[in-house]
């Protein structure tokens, strides 16, 4: 059995409802940084926004950014937490159109 981790850790149980299909209770917010940070940026409401701020430093949240969040966050989010987190706007731009340039496996389905 893996050890718990400690409470400072731990996600707050008002964000369980962002992450129903994990065991919330062993979601570490250092170690599954990448993931907690997709899921608020992409769904989260005020409230977690608003945590997800006071968690993750404004360069944490640029890194991610730049690393993935390019990658899994839909354009108008992707560009949101860019302004927020004080991203320059060629840069925004620059991430903005390489999340459009991705070739998304929803953007080429069949509609019936």
């Not at 962002?18 to 170690?31: A, H």
């Not at 990448?34 to 977690?48: F, K, V």
């Not at 390019?70 to 706007?89: D, I, T």
Request: charged letters at 30%; proline letters at 5%.
């Amino acid at each position: 059995m893996s050890p718990q981790p400690d409470n400072a850790s731990r996600l707050p149980p008002g964000l369980y409802r962002f992450f129903w299909e994990y065991d919330q209770q062993r979601l570490d917010i250092r170690k599954h940084c990448e993931l907690i940070m997709a899921r608020i940026m992409a769904r989260g409401d005020q409230q977690a926004m608003v945590w997800l701020r006071k968690v993750y430093s404004e360069e944490k949240i640029r890194n991610f950014l730049f690393k993935k969040g390019w990658k899994v966050l839909p354009p108008r989010e992707l560009n949101y937490w860019a302004l927020v987190s004080g991203v320059s706007e060629r840069q925004r731009r620059e991430l903005l159109q390489k999340a459009k340039d991705t070739d998304s496996v929803w953007r080429n389905r069949i509609v019936h």
